[in-house]
Structure formats: structure tokens, C-alpha cells
């Protein structure tokens, strides 16, 4: 089993920067992938990052591309997504997930269907 422990996130202004944190606990030697997503008020979830683990490619949602990057430290078990020139729109609940078996590529973008394991959630609110 794996558990993910998420934090970061809180309020900030439109055009601020923000760091969330994702840190995985128990066998995490199976994971290959971390994705996030994010689920604004009424809407559905959407994905918004994936990195693979052993080489730390990632692909990104084309709404985040080049605003947001997602890191991994594989010493501390920890993905990051940082969250550069944030708008109205990242107002969500952010989410990271993990999987073994699971790749992200140019070609495949893994949906929350493909992951095994889910953080808590974390808030991020874009306001002046």
C-alpha cells in the first residue's frame, strides 16, 4: 500500500506563484508515475500534470503548459507542482495520485482511472 500525503496550497493572488507538495509513504518502489488534477466548484476533474518517477519526464495539460512544472525528488518520496502566473482558473481542489504500471508520454496521458493511489486533496483559491 502507498499513502500520499498532500500539502501546499492556500489563497493567492492572480498572478502569484504557488508550491504544492505530494509525498508518498510505504512501497513506493512500485510507483512509476504521479499524476495531479484538479476539480474546480462545478465542474469535473481534470488532469492537470503527469512525471514519470525513473527518468522525470512530465506532460502537461495545455490550459498549464508552461505556467505550471511538476518535479520529483525520489530521496524524499516527493512530487512538487509548481504553479507560476496563476489565474481565476486554478481555483480547485488539487490532487496528486500515483501508479505502478502507468507511463505518461507525448502519446499517453493517463486518466485518474489509471491510478492507484489518491492524496487528500489540497485547496488552491486565485483571488485579489
Known amino acids: 500500500q502507498v499513502q500520499l500525503a498532500q500539502s501546499g496550497g492556500g489563497l493567492v493572488h492572480p498572478g502569484g506563484s504557488l508550491r504544492l507538495s505530494c509525498a508518498a509513504s510505504?512501497?513506493?518502489?512500485?510507483?512509476?508515475?504521479v499524476g495531479w488534477f484538479r476539480q474546480a466548484p462545478g465542474k469535473e476533474r481534470e488532469k492537470v500534470s503527469c512525471?514519470?518517477?525513473?527518468?522525470?519526464?512530465?506532460r502537461y495539460a495545455d490550459s498549464v503548459q508552461g505556467r505550471f512544472t511538476t518535479l520529483r525528488d525520489n530521496d524524499k518520496n516527493t512530487v512538487y507542482l509548481q504553479m507560476n502566473s496563476l489565474n481565476a482558473q486554478a481555483t480547485a481542489v488539487y490532487y496528486c495520485?500515483?501508479?505502478?504500471?502507468?507511463?505518461?508520454?507525448?502519446?499517453?496521458?493517463?486518466?485518474?482511472?489509471?491510478?492507484?493511489?489518491w492524496g487528500q486533496g489540497t485547496q488552491v483559491i486565485v483571488s485579489s
Open positions: 495520485t500515483a501508479a505502478a504500471y502507468t507511463r505518461c508520454s507525448v502519446d499517453v496521458f493517463p486518466t485518474g482511472g489509471d491510478y492507484d493511489y
Open positions: 512525471i514519470n518517477l525513473r527518468d522525470g519526464t512530465a
Open positions: 510505504g512501497f513506493t518502489s512500485g510507483l512509476d508515475a
